[in-house]
């Protein structure tokens, strides 16, 4: 079992920055693939961005490249989402998850999820 807990959501203006934390405790935390996925008010939770275990290679959705920038600190057992240029259209939940295997953007893959943190931009 990994148990996620998210932190850094609130309320921004449009263009400002914020950095989302995600700490995981449990099972072993270097071995799994961590993700960010964000659901928005009457959509469909959807992929953002996942780092492997390793942490060299990454993947990101069209719509946060160059804005937005995943990593984690396997020493901290922690993942983190820096997330600038942030826009109206990214306010949604944001969702921590994990999978003990190669990177993935389907929701269905990750095997465990935090509590979610509301991000909020406004215009």
């Known amino acids: 079992q990994v148990q996620l807990v998210e932190s850094g959501g609130g309320l921004v203006q449009a263009g400002g920055s914020l950095r989302l934390s995600c700490a995981a405790s449990?099972?072993?935390?270097?071995?799994?693939?961590m993700g960010w996925f964000r659901q928005a008010p009457g959509k469909e939770r959807e992929f953002v961005a996942a780092?492997?275990?390793?942490?060299?290679?990454?993947n990101y959705a069209d719509s946060v490249k160059g804005r937005f920038a995943i990593s984690r600190d396997n020493g901290k057992n922690t993942v983190y989402l820096q997330m600038n240029s942030l826009k109206p259209e990214d306010t949604a939940v944001y969702y921590c998850?994990?999978?003990?295997?190669?990177?993935?953007?389907?929701?269905?893959?990750?095997?465990?999820w935090g509590q979610g943190t509301q991000v909020t931009v406004s215009s």
């Open positions: 998850a994990a999978r003990r295997s190669v990177i993935s953007t389907t929701t269905v893959d990750y095997d465990y």
């Open positions: 449990g099972r072993t935390f270097s071995p799994y693939t």
């Open positions: 780092i492997s275990w390793i942490g060299g290679r990454t």
